[in-house]
């Protein structure tokens, strides 16, 4: 049994800088992954078998009958593996999921990723082969960073990185207010007005002086975000507060995990989800 974190991604900054020809945006980004997320646990098998369990595991099956092998990201890396390295045998995988599903904190290209690592230990393949990485880019515009799992600046899609210090151990707190937003939904809404590039300081400087320009469209889109903000940017202690991704995950950073702890707190009492946790 192969057993493979998925941890949560988040986006320190997003900027979005330019609509490209082919439909994408171009993004600059500073991703950070924190210490925990959802599981991946992988083995052999006779058939092609996958199961979900979790807090969230009824958000991504939904309510049809168990599937085998239900498509989705995770069996979608797991086919392309095999068909990239030729293996001729079946694997039974298990997700734990514990994120929240379309919230902005990577969730289902944090899983591909971790199934794709998951395979490769397995089966002995390099985790710098560049089949990985290309499998990866074919998955969704986060799941290069997501298979890499370090602080990075990413340019182009978001998928052209580059390797930065990051800050580990710094506790962080993700907050949902339980509120799925539709990615192409958001940048549907986006201003398409550019606001410049992400800066060459220290970076938290970087993040703190960055920006997120899809939390305008997502705050239209779900207002239960501003509340989330609100609570968070006025938390004690809290050195940047910001939503991930095209929402609805914000998160806060924080010097002290006491700090971190009280605006937990102060979080779950509105009923949201939240999640203790520090940057990796």
């Known amino acids: 049994m192969i057993t493979e974190p998925a941890p949560a991604k988040l986006n320190l900054a997003l900027h979005v800088r330019r609509r490209r020809p082919d439909g994408y945006h171009e993004l600059e980004t500073i991703f950070a992954f924190c210490r925990d997320g959802d599981l ?31 498509d989705n990201l995770v069996t979608r890396a797991a086919d392309a593996f095999t068909a990239e390295y030729r293996v001729d045998r079946a694997h039974r995988i298990a997700l734990t999921k514990n994120l929240p599903i379309a919230s902005g904190i990577g969730g289902g290209s944090a899983d591909a990723a ?73 940048f549907a809404r986006w201003d398409g007005v550019d606001r410049g590039p992400i800066g060459k300081d220290d970076l938290l400087t970087r993040a703190c002086a960055g ?54 707190g102060a979080a779950c009492a509105r009923g949201w989800w939240c999640l203790e946790t520090a940057l990796a």
Do not use: K, Y
């Not at 880019?137 to 890499?148: E, I, Q, S, T, Y």
């Open 40 to 70: 991946i646990e992988l083995e052999p098998a006779t058939d092609n078998a996958f199961a979900v369990a979790g807090p969230f595991a009824a958000a991504l099956t939904g309510s049809a009958p168990a599937e085998p092998w239900a």
């Open 114 to 186: 971790a199934t794709l690592r998951a395979l490769a230990r397995l089966h002995r393949v390099p985790l710098d082969d560049p089949g990985l990485m290309t499998i990866a880019a074919g998955l969704g515009a986060d799941v290069p960073a997501c298979l890499r799992g370090a602080t990075t600046i990413g340019r182009g899609r978001g998928d052209a990185l580059e390797p930065v210090a990051g800050l580990p151990g710094m506790p962080v707190l993700l907050v949902n207010p339980g509120v799925p937003v539709s990615t192409g939904a958001v």
């Open 211 to 264: 920006r997120n320009d899809l939390q305008a469209a997502a705050r239209g889109l779900a207002p239960a975000i501003d509340a989330v903000l609100d609570l968070l940017t006025s938390a004690p202690g809290a050195l940047l507060a910001r939503m991930s991704g095209s929402g609805a995950t914000c998160f806060a950073l924080f010097d002290r995990e006491t700090d971190r702890a009280a605006a937990a």
